[in-house]
Structure formats: C-alpha cells, structure tokens
C-alpha cells in the first residue's frame, strides 16, 4: 500500500518564482495536512483539508500561499512570489478521522 | 491555543541505557499525544501515540506516560541501540480539532 505522495523531493528556484508542491494522500484518508519544517520554527501545520474543504488556514503564513485539494486524492501548495525565507522542507500528512498522521517525504524548497 | 513544550532538546546516552524525553501541554482539552521519530533526511515517523484515557502504553521498548493533572507526558525508550538515534518529536491535540500542535524536538544519540 503506497504512504502519502509528495512531489518534487527538491526545488531550487529563484526569488519572485511560483513555486507548486503536490501531495497525494493515502487512499481513503479523509484528511490532508501541509506542514513546514525550518530550524528555527520547527514544525508548523499551514493548513487542514477534511474532505476535500479546508477546515483551518490560520497557519498560512501570508497571502503568498495558498493551498487547494480538488479531489480526494490530490492536493496542491502554492507559493507566489517566493521568497528566500520559504526556504523550508514541506511535508504533506494525511489521516483516517482522529487517527494518527501519516507523513508523505517531503519537498525541501530552496529559494536563491 | 495549544503549546507543547519539550525537554531536553539534546540527550546523549550509551547504547543499553534507558533514554526519558519530556512534554508538557497547555490545553487542558487536549486528548491525543502522538510521538514522532525523525531521522535526518527523513519523514517524521509515528512510532506510538496514547489517548488521555490512558496512563501508559508500551511496544516493545518503546512506552509513553501520560499524567493529566500536571499535563504532561513523557517517552521512555529501554535498552538503546545507535540505531535510535533521531529526532523526537512529542504532539498534542485537542478533540475537537484535528491540529498536531508539536515540541521542537529532542536530538536523541545513542553511542556505541
């Protein structure tokens, strides 16, 4: 049974670029995650699909991102204009209900 | 809302030793206390998790305490090995949201 998809692994962009982060959720997990990871903050949960509709945004941390899941199984993570300070390992985690989180891979974004 | 706080974030042991990580929590709601192992590169990794009608759980040589009074919790890993050697990571969650709020993480190493 494949775990929680994420794609790309790495992205290196430039400042001012659009960056898209794509996760596919275990098959039949009704929630989706996106999380970012940095030394300083540790691990941040941005937002929360449940069932396709978001449920908690207050972690996006400004209008550069956004995030939409127009199906169960795939979601997106959108970053525009990039900033340096982006620079993170994005991770995608899904659940069944109150069940335990499972973590795709991860995308480590560099932005020069 | 919720914050957890973990301690240490360093711990060094020799291998067959016992290694004790702890959490506490500010929420006196929340209900669900998941531990994650992360090693460098890597996906957090569920390795146990126990729910506030419980006091203590155990896998092998793996167990988790929790004390709700003094709303804290607390992993104990027996007998070492190097390969336990990671980040941990301690969460908490509220029932009635789905957020992992988690700890900034315990670098645990285990030398040989």
């Known amino acids: 049974d494949a775990g929680v998809i994420q794609s790309p692994r790495h992205e290196v962009t430039e400042m001012g670029q659009e960056v898209t982060l794509r996760c596919k959720p275990i098959s039949g997990h009704d929630y989706l995650f996106w999380y970012r990871q940095t030394m300083m903050r540790g691990l941040e949960l941005l937002i929360y699909f449940n069932n396709n509709v978001p449920i908690d945004d207050s972690g996006m941390p400004e209008d550069r991102f956004s995030a939409k899941m127009p199906n169960a199984s795939f979601s997106t993570l959108k970053i525009q204009p990039s900033e340096p300070r982006d620079s993170a390992v994005y991770f995608c985690?899904?659940?069944?209900?109150?069940?335990?989180?499972?973590f795709g891979p991860g995308t480590r974004l560099l932005v020069l | 809302g919720e914050n957890v706080e973990q301690h240490p974030s360093t711990l060094s042991v020799q291998e067959g030793d016992s290694a004790v990580i702890k959490c506490t929590y500010s929420?006196?709601?929340?209900?669900?206390f998941p531990w994650y192992k992360q090693e460098l590169g890597k996906r957090p990794q569920l390795i146990i998790d126990?729910?506030?009608?419980?006091g203590e759980k155990k896998d092998q040589r793996i167990a988790v305490t929790l004390n709700k009074t003094a709303k804290h919790f607390s992993l104990h890993i027996t007998e070492t090995q190097p390969e336990d050697s990671a980040v941990y990571f301690c969460a908490g969650r509220k029932g009635s949201n789905y957020k992992l709020t988690f700890g900034k993480g315990t670098l645990l190493t285990v030398n040989p």
């Open positions: 929420d006196s709601a929340s209900n669900y």
């Open positions: 985690a899904s659940s069944l209900g109150t069940g335990s989180q499972y």
């Open positions: 126990i729910r506030s009608n419980v």
